[in-house]
């Protein structure tokens, strides 16, 4: 799980950061706090490129955007990542229901023992709500289980599935990189129709095909891999590509 902080108090942010840094590293080592701001500018910048799957936004960021505004513009984008508000003054709070942001919680800033336990205990709520998109098919995300990480990978992420060379496990590549998990490629080949099996080593994402090689019997996606395409399997890829591309429009 990814995790940014917008605070633009220095005292507070590093408060925020420390908290949720020392209880995920003991408790969720797989999180990843990918970003720590002092601006809404700093995480718009972020979130044109990449997603976080959970967001401490202060509500008062002085200068610019305000936490409400900027939790707005997450939400245009990603309709799942938790977004939890921290706040001096419970009366801004009204505004987040106004706005309709569907926040996981709202936690009023303290400097007692209280706060950090506000703070963890929302932190175990996103934790939480984030294992459970990735077992929900609904949610277009697969989830991969490697010891005690636990990542929900986008469908449209993904390029491919292949057979590892370690035994009962499968490699995944997509766009933010590699990992080996144990699964098997018959399950994997039934959870969407955008997956294709198309060798008995291999199930592919049809929406990143770029080429289909009849001749030599492979694909090659969007990221330069050749995928081998078994002969039977070739005589559906192409029906099965347009298939995708009329659902995609």
Do not use: W
Not at 150 to 158: A, G
């Amino acid at each position: 799980m990814k995790v940014v902080i917008c605070e633009d108090h220095p005292q507070q942010r590093k408060l925020l950061h420390t908290i949720i840094k020392n209880y995920a590293m003991m408790n969720h080592p797989s999180v990843e706090i990918v970003l720590v701001a002092s601006d809404a500018e700093q995480v718009l910048s972020y979130i044109e490129n990449n997603k976080a799957d959970c967001y401490f936004l202060d509500i008062e960021l002085g200068d610019g955007s305000n936490g409400i505004q900027l939790a707005d513009a997450i939400r245009k984008n990603d309709l799942l990542a938790s977004i939890i508000f921290v706040t001096n003054y419970s009366e801004a709070l009204k505004l987040t229901f106004k706005y309709k942001l569907a926040a996981l919680d709202y936690i009023i800033k303290s400097s007692d023992e209280n706060f950090s336990e506000e703070i963890i205990s929302a932190f175990e709520s996103a934790v939480e709500r984030y294992e459970k998109l990735g077992q929900t098919k609904t949610t277009n995300v697969f989830q991969i289980k490697m010891g005690e990480l636990i990542k929900n990978v986008p469908y449209e992420n993904i390029y491919y599935f292949e057979t590892s060379e370690d035994f009962h496990k499968i490699r995944l590549y997509e766009k933010n990189g590699v990992y080996d998990f144990y699964g098997k490629l018959k399950d994997i080949e039934e959870i969407d129709s955008t997956f294709f099996r198309c060798h008995k080593s291999c199930v592919i994402n049809l929406q990143h095909i770029i080429e289909i090689n009849k001749k030599d019997k492979y694909v090659k996606l969007v990221n330069g891999a050749k995928c081998t395409v078994s002969f039977r399997a070739m005589r559906n890829i192409i029906s099965k590509v347009n298939e995708s591309i009329v659902k995609i429009e």
